[in-house]
């Protein structure tokens, strides 16, 4: 029979060894972290595995800023919503040469 106990121990370690190995992923993973960054967390976080875990966890920055999505081409966005709007019947064919020689000169002069 199972004693509480080992019940007990499998309940709690499961999680933790789940979030650990969340932790190793994550520091491993993440472009904005030098070489050392991640040798010292993940030193960190295998010697001190509760306490390295939660201590990365709130030390963390939320989102990923190499991941983050360029949005500085904003000149290829608004190509699409033109592109959109014609398709649409929103502007007609003058309308649209006009809007996409403006978008072109911006890019030139920008």
Known sequence: ????TFVLTVVVS???FILIGFTVFDVIRRND????HKVGWLVVVVL???IG???Y???RPFADPAQ???TDDDGATALVDTLIRRERGE??????AAAKAELFSRADTG
């Open 1 to 4: 029979m199972i004693d509480d």
């Open 14 to 16: 499961m999680p933790l």
């Open 33 to 36: 972290l030098s070489g050392a």
């Open 48 to 50: 001190l595995p509760a």
């Open 53 to 55: 875990t939660l201590l």
């Open 57 to 59: 966890l709130i030390a």
């Open 68 to 70: 983050d999505l360029d």
């Open 91 to 96: 502007l007609d064919d003058e309308s649209f």
